[in-house]
Structure formats: structure tokens, C-alpha cells
T-cell receptor
Framework: GENVEQHPSTLSVQEGDSAVIKCTYSDSASNYFPWYKQELGKRPQLIIDIRSNVGEKKDQRIAVTLNKTAKHFSLHITETQPEDSAVYFCAASGIYNTDKLIFGTGTRLQVFP | GAGVSQSPSNKVTEKGKDVELRCDPISGHTALYWYRQRLGQGLEFLIYFQGNSAPDKSGLPSDRFSAERTGESVSTLTIQRTQQEDSAVYLC????????????FGPGTRLTVT
């Protein structure tokens, strides 16, 4: 079945710096790749997603890139702020006509003021 | 509009007892998913309902776990003879359906098995 690997597991940056989180997936049939942000004790919130027919998508300070050939996708956060501190999960889905999400193991991002 | 809701928010039970967790999806969402999140870990897929199709149960960890959904409404996840390793947050999500990928999560039920 699908497997999603995520790196790094923890990431510390200074406020204003950029943060990059990378994921790889195993099944080339996957066609939808969302990123979720989860603050402590809260539910995961979708922050951005990308489908397999595009290579890049941007929403203000957040961008996602997808390389289908290499089967990896990345989350880029620019001009980080302390409120960006959270755990970020990547996921992949869309194979076999189901939408179940296979999640990465998460990245704990800390932004220091 | 109202988001996905789950009840109870917290459940403490003794080992060996059965528990039932409830999920109310967003109105109009035909797809419903259950995930499990152990402390400090990622989300594990458990089961997926889409309309009246047979559910995808491929993520259920054992036959102690089962789930039901009536039509396109409420779902219940039942864990029989609970074990300590069942302690986790159980998250429900819903979406508009196959190909309408965005999933919206409920607040979760924190299950503690003592």
C-alpha cells in the first residue's frame, strides 16, 4: 500500500526565516497531496493542497511543490511567524478511486521570536 | 455552517469494556473517514464510508474495531474489549465525496483505557 515519509521530524527557525518540509510517497497513482497544520490539542486544519496536474501552488506565505517523477512534494513557509509554530502533516490520497489519506509522521515546527 | 462534531470529547474506560464513539459529518458530505492518532504520532487511517458503497475497512487494526454509518449521516465507531494500546485520539473527517478531496476534521475523541 501507499507509504508517506516526512522529514525533518523537528524544525526550529528564527522568526522571518523560511521553513521547508519534505515528503516522499511510494505509489505513483496518488494524485492528491494536502498539508495539515495541527496546533497542540486541536484538530488538523487543511492549509494548502495540490493535485497531480500541477507542479506548484502558492497561497500568501505558503507554497507547495510537487515532483511526480521523483514522487516527492514539499511545503515552503516564508517569513515565518511565531503563530506558525505547530505540527505539520503531509498526506497522499487518490489511489484506487478512494480518498483515504495516508499521512506522514509529522514535523514539529518551532518559530522563535 | 456547522463543522464536523464528535462525542464524547473525552472517554476514560477500563480495560475490557466496550466503547462507542460518535461522529456527525458536515451536512451534505457523502464521504466520512475515521483516523486514529496516538500521542505524539501521525494519523492512521481506519475506515472510510462513501454514500451507499461498501466501506473501506482496510485500516481497522483488529476485529475488535467496527464502524457503522446510516446513509449519509451519523457514524459510530465501536471498540470492543478495549486494550491499553487503544488509547488515542480518534478523529473523524468528512468530505463532499470521491474526487472532492478536501477533508474536514472533527475535534476528536480522546480515549484513555486504564
Amino acid at each position: 500500500g501507499e507509504n508517506v515519509e516526512q522529514h525533518p521530524s523537528t524544525l526550529s527557525v528564527q522568526e522571518g526565516d523560511s521553513a521547508v518540509i519534505k515528503c516522499t510517497y511510494s505509489d505513483s497513482a496518488s494524485n492528491y497531496f494536502p498539508w495539515y497544520k495541527q496546533e497542540l490539542g486541536k484538530r488538523p486544519q487543511l492549509i494548502i493542497d495540490i493535485r497531480s496536474n500541477v507542479g506548484e501552488k502558492k497561497d500568501q506565505r505558503i507554497a507547495v511543490t510537487l515532483n511526480k517523477t521523483a514522487k516527492h512534494f514539499s511545503l515552503h513557509i516564508t517569513e515565518t511567524q511565531p503563530e506558525d509554530s505547530a505540527v505539520y502533516f503531509c498526506a497522499a490520497s487518490g489511489i484506487y478511486n478512494t480518498d483515504k489519506l495516508i499521512f506522514g509522521t509529522g514535523t514539529r515546527l518551532q518559530v522563535f521570536p | 455552517g456547522a463543522g464536523v462534531s464528535q462525542s464524547p470529547s473525552n472517554k476514560v474506560t477500563e480495560k475490557g469494556k466496550d466503547v462507542e464513539l460518535r461522529c456527525d459529518p458536515i451536512s451534505g458530505h457523502t464521504a466520512l473517514y475515521w483516523y486514529r492518532q496516538r500521542l505524539g504520532q501521525g494519523l492512521e487511517f481506519l475506515i472510510y464510508f462513501q454514500g451507499n458503497s461498501a466501506p473501506d475497512k482496510s485500516g481497522l487494526p483488529s476485529d475488535r474495531f467496527s464502524a457503522e454509518r446510516t446513509g449519509e449521516s451519523v457514524s459510530t465507531l465501536t471498540i470492543q474489549r478495549t486494550q491499553q494500546e487503544d488509547s488515542a485520539v480518534y478523529l473523524c473527517a468528512s468530505s463532499l465525496g470521491v474526487g472532492r478531496y478536501e477533508q474536514y476534521f472533527g475535534p476528536g475523541t480522546r480515549l484513555t483505557v486504564t
